[in-house]
């Protein structure tokens, strides 16, 4: 890295309003996970209402995977372009559309509203990256993936255990209303509190068109893809359907069902602020790739294989426990790749996601069609169990980014 490309990664100062942006952008991110898995734990409900096959309303949420990643790359184009602040306003009001649920008269109508708030999270997500580079100390950064990782991992866990309930004292769309009506109140505490960052007032010049090519096909980038690519199809594949699986299968009350998937968000609450603190005190990353990469294939396989309580809660805190040291690591190695710049960081991180989540589209699909074709979900469960090996080939080929990895370079 030469001595221009550092200099633009570090903050001017270190303001003391930082940690207010932090706060400022934690209900953004909380309204992430409750949005996104909203439709997992009234797959039942909502199949009931509108007479549904499994392939059908896994749609609402391959449908938000498919928008998120396709607007990932343009997200942070429009994040380099607008300025970070404008480009979170943006995407927290798109964010917001599922306040309007209630007001839908069917499925088909309901799909739309799934598809503009993936936008908006499309857009978040590069954005954050950005305003972490821009704010924060380089021994912060890790620390601050993990604030929003556990901020979107108390909105799943919040979502699987009072989603039912929810629905039975209200009625199911108004769950995704209230929902939505979080993400406008996240939008608010942003318009109020959000600022430019102290790189400068005006936007970070946005890559070319050529160098933004050039990043979608660097090694690094397709590495750090490839690592995200098998447990986030695992993950979601699984967090999507095995509350259904354990209904149908093991006559699981659906209600505790979906407690026991509430975990793994759950766990992301401690696990990621902790997972923090233990990048920036380890100063390696390609180790908390590789562990978590074996232990994901005995998780997913304890947590579908066995119907028996404790061996599938191990199994799912096994799983959770994996995921939550995993994903903060792949964050912060986005920004600490050889050559990166603050407006660069952006779209390694939006390039990254965009190949990774493809799966997380393919993944709840898979197991709803194969399911329904083959009438067992042994196929589709133990392939996704299977798929996160590719985080161990991505360790393995990656670089070591951490600060003692590059002193013993």
Same mark, same amino acid.
């Given at each position: 890295m030469d001595r221009s490309e550092e200099t633009a990664i570090q903050p001017k100062e270190a303001s003391p309003y930082r940690w207010i942006i932090g706060a400022a952008l934690l209900p953004l991110h909380v309204a992430i996970g409750l949005n996104l898995f909203a439709p997992a734990p009234l797959f039942p409900l909502i199949r009931e209402d509108y007479l549904l096959s499994r392939g059908l309303v896994s749609l609402l949420l391959v449908l938000v995977f498919l928008s998120f990643t396709v607007f990932l790359i343009p997200g942070g184009l429009i994040a380099a372009r607008i300025g970070t602040r404008k480009a979170i306003i943006v995407s927290s009001f798109l964010m917001a559309? =599922? +306040?309007?649920a209630v007001m839908t008269p069917n499925f088909a109508a309901l799909l739309p509203l799934r598809v503009v708030f993936g936008m908006g999270g499309g857009i978040l997500f590069p954005a954050t990256s950005s305003v972490i580079v821009q704010w924060f100390r380089?021994?912060?950064?890790?620390?601050?993936?993990?604030?929003?990782?556990a901020g979107q991992g108390t909105g799943?866990?919040?979502a699987m255990f009072i989603s039912v309930p929810l629905a039975d004292a209200l009625e199911w769309r108004m769950v995704f209303t209230i929902y939505g009506l979080f993400?406008?109140? =996240? +939008?608010?505490?942003?318009?109020?509190l959000g600022r430019t960052p102290p790189l400068g007032t005006a936007p970070v010049e946005a890559l070319p068109m050529r160098a933004v090519l050039g990043v979608l096909k660097e090694r690094n980038t397709l590495l750090l893809s490839?690592?995200?690519?098998?447990?986030f199809a695992m993950f979601i594949g699984y967090s999507s359907w095995l509350p259904t699986y354990y209904n149908e299968e093991f006559d699981m009350p659906l209600r505790q069902g979906n407690s026991l998937l509430a975990i793994p968000p759950l766990m992301g609450i401690v696990v990621n602020i902790l997972s923090g603190f233990l990048l920036?005190?380890?100063g390696l990353r390609r180790p908390m790739l590789l562990i978590p990469g074996l232990l994901f294939p005995v998780s997913a396989f304890g947590a579908f294989y066995f119907d028996s309580t404790?061996?599938?809660?191990?199994?799912?805190l096994l799983m959770g426990l994996s995921f939550w040291l995993f994903l903060p690591t792949v964050l912060t190695i986005a920004m600490e790749l050889p050559g990166v710049s603050s407006n660069k960081v952006a779209m390694i991180t939006a390039a990254a996601l965009t190949f990774g989540n493809l799966s997380t589209i393919v993944a709840p699909l898979f197991v709803g069609v194969t399911t329904d074709m083959l009438g067992s979900y042994t196929p589709s469960m133990s392939v996704l169990a299977v798929l996160p090996l590719s985080a161990v080939l991505a360790a393995r080929?990656?670089?070591?980014?951490?600060?003692?990895?590059?002193?013993s370079s």
């Amino acid at each position: 890295m030469d001595r221009s490309e550092e200099t633009a990664i570090q903050p001017k100062e270190a303001s003391p309003y930082r940690w207010i942006i932090g706060a400022a952008l934690l209900p953004l991110h909380v309204a992430i996970g409750l949005n996104l898995f909203a439709p997992a734990p009234l797959f039942p409900l909502i199949r009931e209402d509108y007479l549904l096959s499994r392939g059908l309303v896994s749609l609402l949420l391959v449908l938000v995977f498919l928008s998120f990643t396709v607007f990932l790359i343009p997200g942070g184009l429009i994040a380099a372009r607008i300025g970070t602040r404008k480009a979170i306003i943006v995407s927290s009001f798109l964010m917001a559309a =599922g +306040a309007f649920a209630v007001m839908t008269p069917n499925f088909a109508a309901l799909l739309p509203l799934r598809v503009v708030f993936g936008m908006g999270g499309g857009i978040l997500f590069p954005a954050t990256s950005s305003v972490i580079v821009q704010w924060f100390r380089p021994n912060e950064r890790p620390i601050l993936n993990a604030l929003f990782l556990a901020g979107q991992g108390t909105g799943v866990a919040t979502a699987m255990f009072i989603s039912v309930p929810l629905a039975d004292a209200l009625e199911w769309r108004m769950v995704f209303t209230i929902y939505g009506l979080f993400a406008l109140l =996240g +939008a608010t505490v942003w318009l109020l509190l959000g600022r430019t960052p102290p790189l400068g007032t005006a936007p970070v010049e946005a890559l070319p068109m050529r160098a933004v090519l050039g990043v979608l096909k660097e090694r690094n980038t397709l590495l750090l893809s490839l690592a995200l690519v098998g447990p986030f199809a695992m993950f979601i594949g699984y967090s999507s359907w095995l509350p259904t699986y354990y209904n149908e299968e093991f006559d699981m009350p659906l209600r505790q069902g979906n407690s026991l998937l509430a975990i793994p968000p759950l766990m992301g609450i401690v696990v990621n602020i902790l997972s923090g603190f233990l990048l920036a005190r380890l100063g390696l990353r390609r180790p908390m790739l590789l562990i978590p990469g074996l232990l994901f294939p005995v998780s997913a396989f304890g947590a579908f294989y066995f119907d028996s309580t404790p061996v599938i809660i191990g199994a799912i805190l096994l799983m959770g426990l994996s995921f939550w040291l995993f994903l903060p690591t792949v964050l912060t190695i986005a920004m600490e790749l050889p050559g990166v710049s603050s407006n660069k960081v952006a779209m390694i991180t939006a390039a990254a996601l965009t190949f990774g989540n493809l799966s997380t589209i393919v993944a709840p699909l898979f197991v709803g069609v194969t399911t329904d074709m083959l009438g067992s979900y042994t196929p589709s469960m133990s392939v996704l169990a299977v798929l996160p090996l590719s985080a161990v080939l991505a360790a393995r080929l990656l670089p070591e980014t951490g600060p003692k990895g590059k002193r013993s370079s």
